[in-house]
């Protein structure tokens, strides 16, 4: 009696065992290089404040360089999985890549779209001041807006557009994509695991908001926040990246 052999078909992970996947291993990395990763947090709030001082143009400005000094942060993490240390000079990595010319113009886009996007949630509750506060920096000039409740509408819905486009940089830096198509196959991969990146969004979410309670937990914003989603994004990408395959179409 011939027999015929059995087809190996793939067992795609389930939304579930995915997000496990992510937040296992970000601990995991995290703890690879605990203080450096806080630190550079830190320097990436720093720069933004400071820039966002400058008049008129500190605001856009800022939404610029710091994904810049993002995406140096990725290509100091993408070291510390092959075994190397993070380094303070992963701040400015990016400007040394070879790619760096479509790199910041990526990160540009990547930045002003979170941030025309928080910033058209909160017109839209609170109206034209909103532009001007925010945009061009006079906060002072509307006292009106100096509530936690408009701290989360502007802040919080940032989160969609930046998980939604969490995988361009890495599709960019380390698969040889296009800007285009880094942005284009972020949004793909997004899609096509959506439950597992709608409860990370959540998550994502719920604790930013913590960590905009008060003047206290925004500790947690430098300590723990920033550095851990440093961590998760890196996470989320090496766990994907087995899946794509080795050009750099997703």
């Known amino acids: 009696m011939s027999s015929i ?20 291993d970000a601990p995991r990395l995290w703890r690879r290089a605990p203080l450096m990763l806080v630190g550079l947090s830190l320097c990436c709030m720093l720069v933004e404040v400071l820039l966002q001082l400058i008049p008129w143009a500190g605001v856009p400005l800022s939404k610029v360089v710091v994904p810049m000094c993002m995406a140096g942060i990725w290509i100091g993490l993408d070291g510390v999985q092959h075994g190397a240390r993070l380094r303070f000079s992963s701040l400015w990595a990016g400007w040394r890549h070879p790619r760096w010319i479509a790199l910041g113009v990526q990160s540009a886009i990547i930045g002003l779209l979170v941030s025309g996007f928080q910033t058209a ?27 936690r409740a408009f701290e989360y509408i502007l ?28 942005l284009r196959d972020a949004v793909r991969i997004v899609f096509a695991m959506p439950l597992a990146f709608g409860l990370l969004i959540l998550l994502q979410m719920a604790l930013f908001a913590v960590s905009l309670l008060n003047a206290w937990t925004l500790i947690l914003l430098v ?12 996470a989320v990408w090496n766990a994907i990246a087995t899946e794509l395959p080795n050009d750099a179409s997703a």
């Open 121 to 147: 949630c909160a017109w839209l509750v609170y109206g034209n001041g909103v532009i001007d506060a925010v945009v061009f920096g006079h906060m002072a000039a509307h006292r009106e807006l100096a509530t």
């Open 5 to 24: 052999p059995a087809t190996s078909v793939p067992i795609r992970p389930s939304p579930l065992s995915r997000l496990a996947r992510w937040y296992g």
């Open 223 to 234: 300590a723990v926040f920033l550095p851990w989603s440093s961590a998760l994004g890196y």
């Open 155 to 182: 802040l919080l819905p940032g989160e969609l557009p930046a998980d939604l486009l969490l995988l361009s940089t890495p599709l960019l830096l380390f698969r040889g994509a296009s800007i285009s198509a880094s």
